[in-house]
């Protein structure tokens, strides 16, 4: 079992608070949330949408969304994503619009690793879900392993300085 010594619990804070706010930029990016209020329109819309994934219930009971949210996230995965799949070169793109200064592929490439839980190469909805179940509503321990993944780069149980 892995023992995790942080030298301050702000320092937990602070991690949990980057990787929560990064993902949901990106939710945001992808369309997938929206940070305005909701207008009758958008019910109505919502109301139009018939197609879900067969599996809306097993989703439901894993993760920690609702089935209405799940069906909120899936019409805009598929929007963005109508293959129902995102690469790592597509999630790279979508992610280099939060660093449009600098160079953000490396840390993609970390942050795709740790959605990509099955490691088939590409990020399905359901691994997209279960992600975000995690960063936005798990308990601190869930999110403190979740991003410890994230930063042990070789899975070796270990975060190294290199």
Same mark, same amino acid.
Request: proline fraction near 3%; aromatic fraction near 16%; glycine fraction near 6%.
């Given at each position: 079992m892995l023992t995790l010594e942080w030298e301050s619990e702000g320092l937990q804070t602070v991690g949990i608070v980057v990787i929560i706010f990064a993902s949901l930029k990106l939710l945001h990016l992808l369309g997938l949330i929206d940070f305005s209020e909701d207008t009758v329109e958008d019910e109505m819309e919502m109301a139009t949408v018939r197609h879900r994934p067969e599996a809306l219930e097993l989703l439901e009971a894993q993760s920690k969304f609702t089935k209405k949210e799940l069906q909120i996230l899936y019409r805009g995965f598929k929007?963005?994503?109508?293959? &129902?799949? /995102?690469?790592? =070169?597509? !999630?790279?793109?979508?992610? @280099?619009?939060?660093?449009?200064?600098?160079?953000?592929?490396?840390?993609?490439?970390?942050?795709?690793?740790?959605?990509?839980?099955?490691?088939? &190469?590409? /990020?399905?909805? =359901?691994? !997209?879900?279960?992600?975000? @179940?995690?960063?936005?509503?798990?308990?601190?321990?869930?999110?403190?392993?979740?991003?410890?993944?994230?930063?042990?780069?070789?899975?070796?149980g270990y975060i190294t300085k290199e």
């Open positions: 929007n963005e994503c109508p293959s &129902g799949v /995102v690469n790592e =070169e597509t !999630f790279k793109e979508i992610y @280099s619009q939060f660093f449009p200064q600098g160079d953000s592929t490396t840390y993609a490439h970390f942050l795709f690793n740790a959605f990509d839980t099955d490691h088939n &190469g590409s /990020v399905s909805f =359901e691994d !997209f879900v279960m992600g975000l @179940s995690i960063l936005l509503r798990g308990t601190v321990q869930e999110k403190l392993n979740w991003a410890f993944n994230l930063y042990d780069i070789n899975k070796d």
